[in-house]
């Protein structure tokens, strides 16, 4: 079965949050959901608030990656979770 690439951003509560924590949670769904971590990228917003956006891929049988939002927003001190970019990889 085909693989694909998915990017979601992860919204703090607060510039106090620590999206290191953050980044370790969702590593452990990340792998629960027997996908594969690829990388992380810690993003200015505005007024000293920074975004988390993950990039890891899955299998596409799995479906949509509506569960996985859901786990990621259960993770203390996450505001919100939004998928950017869903694709299929090639290769």
Same mark, same amino acid.
């Given at each position: 079965m085909?693989? @694909?690439?998915v990017k979601i951003k992860i919204? #703090?509560?607060? #510039?106090e949050t620590d999206l290191f924590?953050?980044?370790d949670a969702a590593k452990q769904i990340i792998e629960k959901d027997g996908s594969k971590f690829?990388?992380?990228e810690i993003i200015p917003v505005a007024f000293g608030i920074k975004s988390l956006t993950l990039i890891f891929m899955r299998d *596409?049988?799995?479906?949509d @990656? *509506?569960?996985i939002e859901v786990d990621?927003?259960?993770i203390s001190g996450v505001e919100s979770v *939004?998928?950017?970019?869903v694709r299929r990889a090639f290769g």
């Open positions: 085909a693989k @694909v690439y919204m #703090p509560k607060s #510039p924590k953050i980044e690829h990388k992380s *596409e049988s799995k479906g @990656v *509506e569960t990621f927003a259960k *939004e998928t950017t970019d």
